[in-house]
């Protein structure tokens, strides 16, 4: 079946027709003109993940970054409040901040030297005085760098929305915020830092696909065959329990049954997560001077409690993936269609031993890194798929497992890792998005 151009006649966008119950039409991971419609009715409405407030610790710090393909900058004004402003200079138009990050007292622009202050105002202008000022006011906003629509924090968690209305930030999230809760109450101090840099992989491949494997409990065992393989020859080898770098990646060898135990909960609004697979508490030394400090701040009962939330991994959708026991946040970047840039960031839990971070950067290193055992194998799968679906052989992509085996609960759905719940769920809210927006 062809599908209707996303323009068509007589208002009708066509877009209801590329989502079936089960299946979606091959266009949405490869019509540039879906891809256009995404950055304005998707990416341009719903909340985005920005960055940690960590990462602008100090009155003056900055980290630049995007969203929906433009240039931000997040900052912490001299009032203490995080800003989330778009990096365009008031006059020509010109991105002001060209660091990652770093601390200022003012953006300058490189082009004619108009500086701002780190909430936006500008505060300079070069030679703007005299008779050939025009009617030129420095205090019209227009000449600002603007803020964003809608900036919201949670826990130190930064998000913000290119569109002024919509729900607020928490009613957003909804269930999810219970897996940002479960990252930040890990932390003795009860706070996070983000420590070192990130790492980035451009995969060849259409966005979304990055986000349908985040629960796919089918794949490991197929896709990340020869690295289970490796390691467990490397495990046979030894005696003992196996070191923490090789047992992450022989936890990727379950059975189909292990992975339909693991729960995967959906909500609202694309967002979702799923169950662990692998055991993150430790019965090492490090681990229990860790479970030490940890009930030192909240007591024996709590530290209990929060370390027995075992959840892989979390989908905020549509740019953020994190693993709360591991630490690691995972923000996605549509560049084009085709291409999509997924950088990993990693946290500190503030009070606890500094070995600890080490682990978890051991975790980002086996699991993440573009060098990894693990993350190429994914990589190499999202390149086929979307090669794949370059091809004439069937316009229709299939998320037919389970379909209406879910648990319907208050707050959303529930299935297993070995459902296609959570891609449907997304196509849901991509739905949502893409032919009402989110007023709706
Ligand atoms: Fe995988």
């Known amino acids: 079946m062809q599908a209707p151009s996303p323009n068509g006649a007589n208002g009708h966008d066509g877009i209801a027709e590329l989502i079936r119950p089960a299946a979606v039409h091959r266009r949405v991971y490869t019509d540039p003109e879906i891809f256009a419609l995404e950055r304005e009715r998707l990416f341009g409405q719903a909340w985005l993940y920005v960055g940690h407030e960590s990462q602008v610790a100090n009155k003056g710090d900055f980290f630049t970054t995007e969203m929906a393909g433009q240039p931000v900058v997040m900052v912490r004004h001299s009032d203490g409040a995080v800003h989330v402003l778009f990096n365009r200079c008031g006059h020509r138009g010109a991105k002001v901040v060209g660091e990652r990050s770093g601390r200022t007292q003012a953006f300058v622009c490189s082009y004619h030297a108009w500086s701002f202050d780190t909430d936006g105002t500008l505060r300079h202008v070069p030679a703007h005085d005299g008779p050939r000022a025009g009617d030129f006011d420095m205090r019209d906003p227009c000449f600002s760098m603007r803020k964003l629509p809608r900036c919201e924090s949670y826990r130190g968690f930064v998000f913000a929305s290119l569109a002024a209305e919509g729900p607020d930030l928490r009613s957003y999230l909804g269930g999810v915020l219970a897996r940002i809760d479960d990252m930040v109450d890990r932390a003795p101090d009860d706070e996070l830092e983000v420590a070192g840099g990130c790492h980035k992989i451009v995969q060849n491949s259409n966005w979304k696909i990055f ?16 690295s289970i393989d490796a390691s467990r020859r490397q495990g046979r080898t030894l005696t003992g329990p196996p070191p923490f770098a090789l047992d992450v990646i022989m936890a990727n060898n379950q059975t189909l049954e292990n992975m339909d135990k693991l729960s995967v909960h959906a909500f ?6 799923m169950a662990g697979f692998r055991n993150p508490r430790g019965e090492d030394d490090l681990f229990k001077e860790y479970v030490a400090a940890l009930e030192a701040k909240k007591g024996a009962k709590r530290a209990e409690e929060i370390l027995s939330i075992n959840c892989h991994n979390a989908v905020f959708y549509p740019n953020a993936s994190v ?12 560049i084009a269609v085709d291409r999509t840039r997924v950088e990993m960031w990693f946290f ?35 390149d086929r798929i979307q090669a794949g679906l370059g091809a004439d052989g069937g316009d229709w992509v299939s998320q037919h497992r389970d379909l209406d085996r879910d648990e319907v609960l208050n707050d959303g759905r529930r299935s297993s890792a070995v459902s296609d719940l959570s891609m449907r769920n997304q196509y849901r809210a991509w739905l949502r998005f893409m032919s009402e927006g989110q007023a709706a």
């Open 323 to 334: 693993q709360p026991s591991f630490l690691q946040m995972r923000v996605i970047f549509p």
């Open 211 to 226: 986000l349908e494997n985040t629960h796919d409990g089918l794949h490991p065992m197929s896709t990340h065959k020869s």
């Open 348 to 382: 500190r839990l503030k009070g606890a031993p500094e070995a600890l971070f080490e682990r978890t950067i051991t975790y980002a290193n086996v699991v993440h890194s573009p060098s990894s055992l693990i993350r190429p194998d994914d990589v190499t799968s999202y």
């Open 268 to 273: 609202d609004w694309g967002h979702s997560y």
